[in-house]
């Protein structure tokens, strides 16, 4: 069997490697790769940028949002449906302990001995067998692979606690990791709000179910005109639970204080990746604010995940704007870069 796999350089170029795809070692199991999404962080790397606790060393192999089918089963593997040759599955990357604190308690994202494997930028891929989820029949496998940014957005949404019925939601950004957010939202039974800057995104989050939009103007600079209309919505109270979806300039972080209705959660899903900001303690101590951070998911997240595709309570067909095939994983980078569509793909023919 041969394959193909694309590596990215340090210039940002890509190289492919082609050859013999060797069987999957003990415990492991191959999969034939069906698609696989471009995440904010693999265009961190794509722009020279490094994400937090990513060891590169180039040529770099990326591709973690991948679903697709067993083609071959080590030794060890237990022959139980999800793991055997033609069943469809989701992997997850990440290689935890399994012993740590935080393992046992299971937080396995938090894991401090934290490995990770990322296969998805090929046509083949091994991953341990216990990293796999099944696909359920009723989802499509290229749609599958979202079950690692839904897995994502799924443990930040477990830790808003007391959402109240009927209530506002509002997310800050309506690129793909947004519009799951407000998929998220809406299916807690809340009123949602979706800002952007960019038009088509907007339009999108109208179409995915938002019951109102807002254009902000200007990224650059605090935007007090963006607070006076998500109030105009909320009847001068403010959203219930704010969620910051996109890697925003501090000052947006602070906005989002103005934003939340006093006993208000802000959830900080998406890193700025910047210098440290500064919040005001007094605004959030007297209006009594919950602030909640969030990283990555647990193999149960994805369970989830892959459940609610099934069900169709959350959709992300739509999500996806562009497929690019793998051997034009450059142009599909360069075209993500520029954030012009929503999720873009990277499938196999």
């Known amino acids: 069997m041969i394959g193909k796999r694309a590596l990215i350089l340090e210039n940002g170029e890509f190289i492919f490697q082609e050859g013999e795809v ?55 593997v237990p022959d139980e449906p999800g793991l055997r040759v033609g069943d469809r599955v989701v992997p997850d990357g990440r290689l935890p302990c399994g012993y740590c604190r935080y393992c046992r308690r299971g937080h396995e994202n938090l894991c401090v001995q934290q490995g990770y494997r990322a296969g998805g930028f090929a046509q083949y891929a091994a991953y341990p067998f216990r990293n796999l989820v099944a696909v359920p029949p009723e989802v499509d496998l290229v749609e ?32 793909p990791i947004g519009l799951i957010h407000l998929q998220l939202l809406k299916n807690r039974g809340l009123r949602t709000i979706g800002i952007d800057l960019k038009d088509n ?52 972080l602070e906005e989002t204080l103005q934003m939340v ?34 990283h990555d998911s647990t193999r149960a997240d994805y369970e989830k995940a892959l459940a609610l595709l099934a069900a169709g309570n959350v959709k992300v067909g739509p999500i996806i704007s562009h497929r690019y095939p793998l051997e034009d994983i450059y142009n599909a980078f360069c075209f993500a870069s520029e954030r012009a569509g929503l999720k873009v793909m990277v499938v196999n023919r």
């Open 261 to 294: 209705a006093k006993q208000g959660q802000i959830l900080y899903f998406a890193a700025t990746l910047s210098d440290p900001v500064t919040l005001n303690l007094d605004v959030i101590h007297y209006k009594e604010l919950r602030l909640v951070g969030s």
């Open 201 to 252: 995104r907007l339009e999108a989050a109208r179409a995915i179910g938002a019951d109102h939009v807002i254009k902000a103007e200007n990224p650059l600079q605090f935007d007090t005109g963006l607070v006076d209309r998500v109030k105009e919505l909320t009847d001068g109270h403010g959203a219930d639970v704010v969620v910051s979806a996109a890697g925003l300039d501090p000052w947006v």
């Open 144 to 175: 599958a692979a979202f079950a690692e940014p839904l897995a994502c957005c799924i443990n930040g949404n477990n830790k808003l606690v007391d959402v109240p019925l009927g209530g506002t939601g509002l997310v800050l950004g309506t690129g």
């Open 22 to 76: 060797p069987p999957p070692p003990p415990g492991e199991v191959l999969i034939q790769v069906a698609g696989c999404g471009i995440c904010g962080t693999d265009l961190n790397v794509f722009v020279g940028k490094k994400p937090k606790g990513w060891k590169i060393v180039f040529p770099f192999q990326m591709g973690h949002e991948l679903a697709g089918t067993i083609v071959a089963v080590g030794e060890g």
